[in-house]
Each structure stands twice: as C-alpha cells, then as structure tokens.
C-alpha cells in the first residue's frame, strides 16, 4: 500500500481496502513466533492502545491551543514546543483515562467525590481555555 496509495489516491476507497485487508489478515494469522505477534503484544504499545481514545480526545486542544497561546503559524515537529505538547497531550490522557474513562466504565456507581473531582477537573480545563481565549481576543 506504501507503493501505492499517494496524496492522489481517494479515501476512503477501495484502494484503501488494500492496507485495511492486509492489517486484518497479518493480525488473524500471526501466531507467537511472529514479530508482528511480539510487537502488537508489546506492553507499551497495548497501554497506548488503551489510552488511545483519550489522547484522541486531548490531542487536538492541546495543540489548537498551544499554537494559539505561543502565537506559531505551524508546528516544526522537532522542537521543544512540539515535544511539549506531546508529552502534555499523553499526561492529560493517561489521567482522563484512569480517573475518568475507567471508573465510568467498569463501575456500576461512580462516588460522589469521584464525580466531583472529575468534574472539577474538566470544568477547570473549560475555564483555563476560556480564560486564554478571552485574554487574547479569541487567540488571534
């Protein structure tokens, strides 16, 4: 798919079936002698999957945000600001993840000081993100 899929290539299309199917029959097929079996069952990368929601949920205000905030047309991906936001993007996300995606899933009641604290938790990101929007007139 490497060799075929460029920036001309429709997608979602059929060619897009390409890496899709190819994805599906590697992981069907691979057994624990396999590098693709040792990889995908690699520790790091199954917490990643785990908090992948989460960071897919934080990735996107974390860098609108310090875009706007540091007053950058565009990221240069090998500079501090960018690694920054990298690691504030994995930090927000591994505490949403255990302190709000886990209780909410797998209890049947949440507490009340763990509701509160979550709460309070997103209501002053709410309010950090107003405050500098406001301050810098809609981060322009």
Known sequence: SYIIIDTDSVHPGYVTLIP????AILLYFSSGTLLAHHILWNKLL?????VSFSLYLWHHIVFVSTKDLLNISHFNPYSLVSYSAILLTFILSV???HYIELPFRYSKKISSRLFAASSIFVIGLILIFSIGSISTNGFT
């Open 95 to 97: 505490i949403s993840y």
């Open 46 to 50: 199954r917490y990643i999957g785990k």
């Open 20 to 23: 899709t199917i190819s994805t």
